[in-house]
């Protein structure tokens, strides 16, 4: 238990929270406001829709994918195996929508122009480079200081 | 108030984690981040709504010319890096959604609602945030007004959730990552991590992956508005160079017409004006506007959704008009285009940015396209995209 658990908040803290309540009604009523424009309602279906996305599919799917690796990679090359999973996760999020959008803006507007599938490619290209160069950098220090990497038994199943 | 008694251990099929990676000290570390970056963003983003509506005793000022330039741009970049940190936070917390029982007190349900706001607020945010820099509305509402209240609603519960969990979130920064970190429901990721797991990836490793992630998704959509960045920016929705005359467009001629408003024929008609409205009204045709005396000023564009560029900009002051037809320095002034049903076919302009804006007909040493807002179209520094009115009708000094 925290050291801090059941203390009595102070004034800052009380403060605060008041501050963050205030900021959350003055967001809703603006929300509520105007009903026709804003559609409070299609926004809640919305935020519920990304939430289900986000940690019903996306978290599952990478706590999944964590627990196979896991099992079937070896610890050293593993550690760059997860990593560079993680640093590839923003790039392949983010060009989805740019994929699916291409070529559907109004001329002249300069917008979505690029051939964003070879872009990510690239991309993905770039960062798993880099984490084989990194990966292969630890075996040859590894080997260099008589010390190779610990091969942990696969015993426990983790990310 | 009593909450229904649950059994002590959760049902069979409850999901269980054993990941030694997740602990207080990474949520911590990556929600300290976080919450710098959703601030930034919140503020920069209340800069961005004070350009649409300025009270009049505070005017937006005009300098630096590249002051929304900045702003915008750091709203967009931090807005689109807080996508993978976010899933990252939540990832480090995922067992806590399981946790059991769900609430195990009113104060504690209340507590974890307040967490579910800011989580469906913020994914909501950042989604349809990163969808709108793209120019595409899959959605039923107005973009701008429920982007605005959302902002609020985040930061509120971002500011509730930072305040219930200060505690916590103090421990976990003064917490070691490499230590089995502690928390207040003991469970499994809070355990020290064995020999084995920590052959894989350590806490540290996600941190700085998750940097490099950050990172790398920063610079390759940054130039959009960071010119160096240009020839990297693979994932930049725009490509500010290749506009017509080096600029983009966000609205063109063809979008801002209607059936019955065609402005390429009301803007080439003989009869076109452009009427200034004052104590001294008076008309201009295209070739006595284009007969003033000029300035030529190098003035960002720089739009809402985060792109910018830099441009060159010749046409008579519009102060020199305001004070021929009668006004100041300190007037008012409406600025009316002729383009029949937009949000944005008109502005208000006054202040600082009266005096150092230019009623442009060439741009980047080119007559300015239709699209570009021919014949005659507002740029001031320091200003929302949008409010540079293209295809101006009238000014009027109220």
């Not at chain 1, 989805?96 to 917008?111: F, M, N, S, T, V």
């Not at chain 2, 107005?142 to 979130?169: D, E, N, Q, R």
Request: charged share 15%; glycine share 8%; proline share 8%.
């Amino acid at each position: 238990m925290s050291a801090a658990q059941g203390e009595r908040p102070s004034l800052t803290r009380l403060a605060l929270g008041a501050l963050g309540l205030a900021a959350i009604g003055y967001g809703v009523s603006l929300l509520f406001e105007k009903p026709k424009v804003n559609r409070p309602f299609e926004v809640i279906k919305w935020a519920i829709g990304s939430d289900i996305v986000v940690d019903g599919i996306l978290i599952p799917a990478a706590i999944a994918l964590g627990w196979v690796i896991s099992r079937t990679v070896p610890g050293r090359a593993r550690r760059y195996l997860q990593g560079g999973l993680i640093a590839a996760v923003g790039v392949t999020l983010v060009s989805l929508p740019l994929i699916h959008r291409r070529g559907k803006a109004q001329p002249g507007q300069a917008l979505l122009l690029q051939n964003y599938q070879v872009n990510l490619a690239v991309l993905l290209g770039v960062i798993a480079a880099g984490t084989v160069l990194l990966y292969l950098w630890r075996v040859v220090r590894d080997m260099r200081e008589d010390a190779p990497g610990v091969e942990p038994p696969k015993s426990r199943p983790g990310r | 108030m009593k909450l229904p008694k649950l059994p002590a251990d959760p049902p069979r099929f409850w999901p269980r984690f054993s990941s030694p990676l997740r602990s207080l000290a990474l949520t911590a570390r990556v929600g300290r981040i976080l919450g710098i970056f959703f601030a930034i963003c919140f503020v920069t983003g209340l800069l961005s709504h004070y350009q649409y509506g300025p009270w009049h005793w505070l005017p937006e000022p005009a300098s630096p010319a590249w002051g929304y330039r900045f702003t915008q741009g750091l709203h967009v970049l931090t807005g689109i890096a807080c996508i993978p940190l976010l899933l990252t936070k939540l990832w480090s917390v995922y067992p806590k959604l399981f946790a059991w029982p769900p609430a195990k007190s009113v104060l504690n349900g209340i507590e974890r609602l307040s967490i579910a706001v800011f989580v469906f607020s913020a994914l909501l945010e950042l989604l349809t945030g990163f969808i709108n820099i793209l120019d595409w509305y899959p959605w039923p509402w107005f973009f701008t007004s429920v982007h605005y209240a959302l902002a609020y609603i985040v930061i509120g519960s971002l500011v509730l959730h930072i305040t219930v969990k200060l505690p916590l979130i103090q421990e976990g920064l003064s917490t070691k990552l490499t230590s089995s970190g502690s928390n207040d429901e003991p469970e499994p990721t809070g355990q020290a991590a064995s020999e084995d797991e920590l052959a894989g990836l350590s806490r540290r490793g996600v941190l700085t992956a998750t940097g490099v992630g950050v990172g790398v998704l920063v610079a390759v959509t940054a130039g959009n508005t960071v010119t160096p960045l240009r020839s990297i920016a693979l994932l930049a929705p725009r490509q500010p160079d290749k506009g017509p005359l080096h600029v983009p467009i966000n609205r063109t001629a063809a979008q801002a017409s209607t059936a019955h408003a065609n402005l390429a024929k009301l803007v080439t008609a003989d009869s076109y004006r452009l009427t200034f409205m004052g104590p001294r009204p008076f008309d201009l045709t295209v070739a006595q506007i284009e007969a003033l005396p000029t300035v030529d000023h190098v003035i960002p564009l720089a739009c809402v959704e985060g792109w910018s560029v830099s441009a060159r900009w010749v046409g008579p002051t519009l102060l020199s008009l305001v004070e021929r037809a009668g006004g100041d320095r300190s007037s008012k002034v409406r600025i009316t285009s002729i383009e029949a049903n937009g949000i944005y076919n008109n502005s208000h302009i006054f202040g600082p940015q009266l005096e150092g804006a230019v009623l442009a007909t060439h741009l980047n040493g080119a007559r300015l396209t239709l699209d570009h807002g021919y014949p005659v179209r507002l740029i001031a520094p320091d200003r929302a995209g949008v409010l540079n009115t293209k295809w101006l009708k009238t000014v009027e000094i109220t």
